[in-house]
């Protein structure tokens, strides 16, 4: 991305994630922290970043909304198939009760996590919440999310630039290691979580509303 010019990877973060708000699994947080990463040298603008973050959160989930609202719970099992790492039964039953509890706040908090992410507008369509409420908990959990991780990573990559001048790269070396063992600690435990909850019977419940 760091060859790209600023106009053309403020248009890349804004599809990509843009699509992964629509119900296809890419990488749209990475695409965020990359380019506000590249804000710490001066290529980018944060501002410009969760400009084009937001943007393509808050479209791509009202075009999921949609797409999930007329298809209906099949286009659901239609993406399950397709993608059964993503979106398996397992999944969408986890999805699936996370909105029947706490309604179009699913939308917002589901913002900032990786499976609500993906789901959160085609599932609201599906189970018809109410598109204003919707389109409200979108856009407040996109621009949350978007400004929120640009800044985040923005000023820590510049905390970690300064930091980083004192210290060897044998440091570094073990501070990446020890960060992608936390997160696959963190991604596993999550996954089992699921599971072990998709084990539990649960009461049939019907149309959602916000």
């Known amino acids: ?13 804004g599809l990509v994630i843009g699509l992964e708000s629509m119900g296809i699994p890419l990488p749209g947080e990475f695409a965020l922290v990359g380019a506000s990463l590249l804000a710490t040298s001066g290529l980018t603008n944060p501002w410009l970043v969760g400009l084009a973050a937001s943007i393509g959160a808050i479209v791509g989930d009202s075009i999921g909304y949609a797409v999930g609202r007329r298809g209906g719970r099949a286009v659901l099992q239609k993406f399950g198939r397709r993608f059964p790492r993503h979106f398996g039964p397992a999944h969408l039953a986890h999805a699936e009760r996370v909105f029947q509890r706490h309604g179009v706040w699913a939308v917002f908090f589901g913002r900032f996590v990786a499976l609500l992410r993906i789901l959160a507008g085609p599932l609201a369509g599906a189970l018809h919440v ?15 999310w978007a400004y929120g991780t640009s ?8 905390a970690a630039e300064r930091w980083l001048k004192q210290f060897s790269w044998l440091a570094l070396v073990v501070a990446l290691l020890a960060g992608l063992a936390t997160t ?16 539990i019977p649960q009461p049939e419940e019907k149309t959602i509303v916000g």
């Open 130 to 144: 109410p598109y204003p409420k919707f389109l409200l908990a979108n856009a407040a959990g996109g621009i949350v």
């Open 1 to 13: 991305m760091a060859t790209l010019p600023p106009f053309a990877i403020y248009a890349v973060v």
């Open 151 to 158: 800044f985040a990573i923005f000023y820590a990559g510049q």
């Open 184 to 199: 696959m600690y963190l991604k596993r435990r999550a996954n089992r979580h699921m599971h072990e909850e998709a084990e």
